[in-house]
C-alpha cells in the first residue's frame, strides 16, 4: 500500500501545475537559445563565404601583380613602361602621332589642304567673317 501511495504522491508531484510551468519555462529558454544560435551560424557561414570570395579576389589581384613585376624587372618591360607613361624615344628614333579628330581646326605641319577654287573662295570668306 506504501507503494502505491508513494508512487501517487510522484505522479502529484510530477503533473502539478508548477511543476509543468517551470518545465514550460525551461522548455521555451531551450528553444529560444537554440533558434539565437542557429541565427549566428547562418551569420558565421554568411560572412566565411564572403571572406572566402575576398581571399580568391586577392589572391587572383596577387598573381597579376606577380606578373606585373615579372615584366618590368625585364629591361624591355622598364623601357616599355617609360615609353607609355612619359612619351619618350631613343635617340635617332621618330615619333609618330596619330590625330583621330577631323576638322578644320587641326593644322599638319608640311600638308596643306590645297582644296578646288570654290572650296579656297569659302575658307577666305569664312576667315574673313
Known amino acids: 500500500m506504501r507503494e502505491f501511495q508513494e508512487k501517487r504522491k510522484f505522479k502529484k508531484i510530477v503533473y ?3 511543476l509543468q510551468v517551470i ?9 529560444f537559445s ?6 549566428k551560424s547562418r551569420i558565421g ?13 586577392l589572391e587572383k589581384r596577387n598573381a597579376e601583380l606577380a606578373v606585373e613585376a615579372a615584366r618590368l624587372e625585364s629591361e624591355s618591360g622598364q623601357e616599355g613602361e617609360i615609353r607609355k607613361r612619359f612619351d619618350v624615344a631613343k635617340p635617332g628614333e621618330k615619333i609618330l602621332v596619330i590625330v583621330d ?6 593644322k599638319i605641319n608640311g600638308a596643306e589642304n590645297k582644296g578646288g577654287f570654290f572650296s579656297r ?7 574673313w567673317f
Open 16 to 18: 502539478s501545475a508548477r
Open 23 to 31: 518545465l514550460g519555462i525551461v522548455f521555451f529558454a531551450l528553444v
Open 34 to 39: 537554440a533558434v539565437k544560435l542557429y541565427k
Open 45 to 57: 557561414v554568411q560572412k566565411f563565404q564572403e571572406i572566402k570570395e575576398e581571399m580568391a579576389g
Open 101 to 106: 579628330k577631323i576638322g578644320d581646326d587641326v
Open 121 to 127: 573662295t569659302w575658307r577666305w570668306m569664312k576667315n
